[in-house]
């Protein structure tokens, strides 16, 4: 008996190591009320006539008031962070009288932002049990599908992705996983990533964003703006700094515009290289390009010309801070 003992100790001690787990580099997280929010922020900027569902009309028009005084899908975000951390809607209206009574916004104005998250949120807390009943099941499922997809397609490739948009962007691997919320529906352009008062970000992207690898796409680009938020010295804030001082001075949207579009192609190239050499961009694919005509002209050739070693970092930074000086239409 002690010799079979023995044995087993020596077999173990030259078995080979049990594989390790690569850490989990996003926090995939499926919210019915983030479900609910988004679909009602969906249906606010859609004309036509809403499903029966009690509570729903009223929802929608909240909605809409703020959406119109907000101006902006971008200026969500301290509506969008205050419901991402509520739980269920009685939730959020504890947090809605929290808020600040007013927000400034770009260009000088104010919105009441108190208030309209006060009339959201008692609207919420109508519609929130019809929802559950009636609309999230099928919800619900397309959430969990594509949490699935996520899992089993992006997750375990996470490592090598984001080693590849370290090298490039020298932006860091995730050092805790990123908050990815999926929603079944949201508004355009389906997929964003909020800073979170008090610090953080999430990222809320709708299955319905894109479809195959463009989709896939979608979430990398999103959690490229989580890190982005927290980093410093990458090459998005190096190619930000070096824009701002080109005279005379761009707008802040078009210099937003050609970081922006370095973001997709990076993304594009990443999910290229890692999980599907055929993958196609979707900036492309889903005509984010075409928008950013100026940008795209630029960028993208420069890049990608860096990413398949064409040309150094410094001169594919070089040749989109040259394209950017030239004015629209220039030679």
Known sequence: MSMSITLAVLLSLFAAPAPLTAPALLDVRIDPLMDMHHWVR?????KGELSAVAGLPDAVAAARRLDDELGSPLTWSTIDGAVSGAGNAEGFAKIAVELPESMPLPGGRTVRLR???MQLAAAYQALEKPFLAAVW?????????????LRRDLLPKAPAIYADIAEHLRLPVPARPIPVVLVAEGPFPGAVTHRLHGGG???????????????????VHETLHALDVSAEGSVLDELRDRLGKVEPKGSPKEIHDFVHTLMFVQAAVSIRRVIDPAHKDYGDVNGYYPKVPRATAVVVPAWRAYLNGEISRDAAIARIVDGFAKPPGGG
Not at 137 to 149: K, M, Y
Not at 201 to 219: H, M, P
């Open 42 to 46: 969906r249906l606010a900027e859609r």
């Open 115 to 117: 208030e309209g998250a």
């Open 137 to 149: 099941p099928r919800h619900r499922e397309a959430v969990e599908t594509a949490a699935a997809v």
């Open 201 to 219: 970000t999430v990222s809320i992207v709708a299955a319905n964003a894109a479809q195959g690898t463009q989709w896939l796409e979608t979430v």
